[in-house]
């Protein structure tokens, strides 16, 4: 026999190999007389990876629309950053120099005065309540805050402190429940009570003699926030200056800038920019343990949903086993071929991963559909006189997509290990002793 005659012997190697462990793993997924199709075991683990994944993706975007629509209602009232003195109940005299300065801050958007006070509010026929009563300026506020957007009557969304039948009264802007317990509405008087600094003695033989200030109602205003519509009131930066007597000084400056998140870190640095005699704050210190409480809930609903993905990987191991049973004796002879323990090992942890692969990308692009649709056409309503909100709210983040998929692809890896581990353990002769 000639050279060129001789027949050509192959070997196996761990180069080679490679391609058929991937191969052979793809074989042994598919249904034995149709190969153009899933084995239906196969698709019931799927279909679990696949409904866990949707799950996760839908309700932790659900959870984010939530806390974002609680966020930016409970922020977009207040300040992003709160400049006040270092001494409780000082004002701020020169509020005209900060707030220039922070114009000009590229990470600033807008920069407000406002005058801040605890007052009562007495209406003929609501009687008397006390209520926070904000100092602004229309012109300025509405860079710093939501309320503009909340307003009933503005047709223009502009802040309005004048009577709206010509009178010579300043206005003031009410919270739908406040205006609603004092029973006042669009037009109506009510009065600002102020009490005037007293000794003990003074106030006990001659009693509190509040100063009475009439307003009239230029507008209401609903965030859906029961905190600001309950208690807060709004009149105009002079009116508020003139009850207060504060002169030409306010109690805060509120700032807005341009990344939410970044609120901390531009806080720190204006701190550093200003000092003393100021005093720094920013949203995460006026409700943290909401926010922290909205945090442990998205979690907790992470942690419960991921035993669904669990349990569909009980389907994966109880799949590779099956087949383990069921290929043993193409185990033996892929192993007397010349294939090694660790190429037998990959073959069905390419199995397991197959599965999660397949499942999370799938279940990854339904849970997108499904968030988008309920984003774009609004497919789930919801009681808005007890969430605030008409719509059910989505928010995708793709830190989550990544989460959701390397979680899902972990638990699906770490399924194939221990059958894996089993069917490499199959020693030739014993495995090849199962032909008939």
């Known amino acids: 026999m000639t050279p060129s005659s001789r027949p050509t012997c192959y070997t196996v190697d761990e180069r080679s190999f490679l391609t058929y462990e991937i191969f052979i793993a793809k074989r042994y997924l598919r249904a ?22 949707a799950a996760l993706v839908i309700m932790l975007s659900v959870t984010n629309g939530f806390s974002g629509e609680v966020k930016s209602r409970l922020i977009g009232m207040d300040a992003h950053v709160a400049i006040s003195s270092s001494w409780p109940g000082d004002p701020i005299e020169d509020y005209h120099t900060v707030i220039a300065g922070l114009e000009a801050d590229p990470q600033v958007v807008g920069a407000a005065a406002v005058v801040k006070a605890k007052m009562g509010v007495w209406s003929a026929k609501g009687g008397f309540d006390g209520a926070m009563i904000w100092g602004v300026d229309p012109k300025t506020f509405g860079a ?20 709206p039948e010509g009178g010579k009264l300043p206005g003031i802007i009410l919270g739908k429940q406040l205006a609603s317990r004092l029973k006042v509405g669009y037009g109506r008087e009510v009065f600002l009570l102020t009490f005037p600094n007293s000794d003990i003695d003074d106030v006990a033989m001659m009693g509190l003699k509040p100063k009475i200030h009439p ?41 807005r800038v341009a990344d939410l998140d970044a609120a901390t870190t531009i ?11 100021y005093v720094l704050t920013d949203w995460t210190n006026q409700f943290p343990e909401l926010f922290r409480w909205m945090e442990l809930e998205k979690w907790v609903i992470f ?12 389907n994966i191991m109880s799949i590779l086993t099956m087949s383990i049973l069921i290929k043993t004796p193409e185990i033996g002879i892929l192993r007397a071929m010349g294939a090694k323990a660790r190429s037998v090992r990959r073959i069905f942890v390419y199995q397991g991963l197959f599965i999660g692969v397949f499942g999370t ?6 849970g997108y559909i499904v968030c988008w649709l309920q984003d774009r056409f609004n497919l789930i309503s919801i009681p808005s006189d007890i969430y605030i909100i008409s719509n059910l709210p989505v928010d995708m983040q793709p830190f989550d997509f990544l989460l959701v998929s390397v979680v899902s692809l972990t638990i699906s890896l770490l399924a194939s290990v221990f059958p894996a581990r089993k069917a490499a353990a199959l020693q030739p002769v014993e495995a090849i002793r199962h032909i008939m």
Not at 32 to 53: E, Y
Not at 267 to 277: K, M, V, W
Not at 303 to 314: G, K, P, Q, R
Not at 361 to 366: M, N, S
């Open 215 to 255: 307003f009239v109602v230029t507008d209401l205003f609903e965030s859906g926030m029961y905190h600001y519509d309950d208690s807060f009131g709004f009149i105009s930066l002079a009116d508020a200056q003139a009850v207060s007597k504060f002169g030409d000084a306010v109690t805060d400056i509120h700032v």
């Open 303 to 314: 942690i419960a949903l991921s035993l669904i993905i669990i349990v569909a990987s009980f």
């Open 361 to 366: 990308a799938l279940g990854c692009a339904i």
């Open 32 to 53: 034995k007389h149709n190969a153009g199709f899933l084995s239906f075991i196969t698709f019931i683990a799927v279909g679990g990876v696949i409904l866990g994944v």
């Open 267 to 277: 806080r720190q640095r204006l701190d550093a920019e200003l000092g003393y005699p």
């Open 144 to 163: 710093v805050s939501d309320l503009p957007e909340h307003l009933w009557h503005a047709t223009d969304k502009q802040l309005l402190f004048v009577d």
